[in-house]
């Protein structure tokens, strides 16, 4: 059961434009959102998160958007640059007993081409 | 300083054979995490060290034991492994431990493991 889903598994797109990443979840309990980016050989490394108390979040290049009534999120990156090409994955936040589980989609291949 | 480090990058053993993987962070945080991920697919979690004490086990066979010496410190000892279980092997750390100050995990580069 796919909780956290990417349903575009590569994204290419030119150097200077836009970039949009999309993501869906399933699980209503998820409060905290976060997006990753991954190198190849490297681990994933932390962009920018939204809590689900707010419907957007601004950091440089990357915004993230949340629609929680259609539990969707996405990544937009402007402008994009060769060095954004990885693979970018979206993950959701609960808190359980045990602690803070993330929970994450299946990745998108983002292609930044000159 | 943001840094996670993973010790070994590569580890190749056999199915009898016992390792183990270590991680390091220096960032005070009280919340670590190991995460596997095979190809293609995205990190699923096994285990979380809340202040040094294990919080969550995923329903992780046992053939993989956490150890937390201290707060700097998570190894994942390896004993007994099936080639199913080659994957890269991510540890992560946040801020917190049981009190969500901050939500954010910072990961290491992992450990690829071949198991053959």
């Known amino acids: 059961d796919q909780q956290v889903k990417q349903n575009s598994p590569s994204l290419s797109v030119q150097e200077g434009r836009i970039s949009i990443l999309n993501c869906d979840y399933t699980n209503s309990m998820f409060d905290y959102f976060l997006w990753y980016k991954k190198y190849p050989a490297e681990g994933p490394t932390f962009l920018i998160s939204i809590s689900s108390i707010k419907d957007k979040n601004e950091d440089g290049r990357f915004t993230v958007f949340l629609n929680k009534s259609a539990k969707h999120l996405s990544l937009h990156i402007v402008p994009s640059q060769p060095g954004d090409s990885a693979v970018y994955f979206c993950?959701?936040?609960?808190?359980?007993?045990?602690?803070?589980?993330?929970?994450f989609g299946t990745g998108t291949q983002l292609k930044v081409e000159l | 300083d943001t840094e996670v480090t993973q010790t070994p990058k590569h580890l190749v053993m056999g199915m009898t054979n016992k390792k183990s993987l270590k991680c390091e962070q220096h960032m005070g945080h009280r919340a670590m995490y190991w995460y596997k991920q095979k190809a293609k697919k995205p990190p699923e979690l096994m285990f979380v060290y809340s202040y040094e004490k294990l919080s969550i086990n995923e329903s992780v066979p046992s053939r993989f034991s956490p150890e937390c010496p201290n707060s700097s410190l998570l190894n994942l000892h390896l004993h007994a492994l099936q080639p199913e279980d080659s994957a890269l092997y991510l540890c992560?750390?946040?801020?917190?431990?049981?009190?969500?100050?901050?939500?954010?995990?910072?990961f290491g580069p992992g450990t690829r493991l071949t198991v053959t």
């Open positions: 992560a750390s946040s801020p917190s431990g049981g009190v969500r100050v901050n939500y954010e995990q910072y």
């Open positions: 993950a959701a936040s609960r808190l359980t007993g045990g602690g803070n589980k993330l929970t």
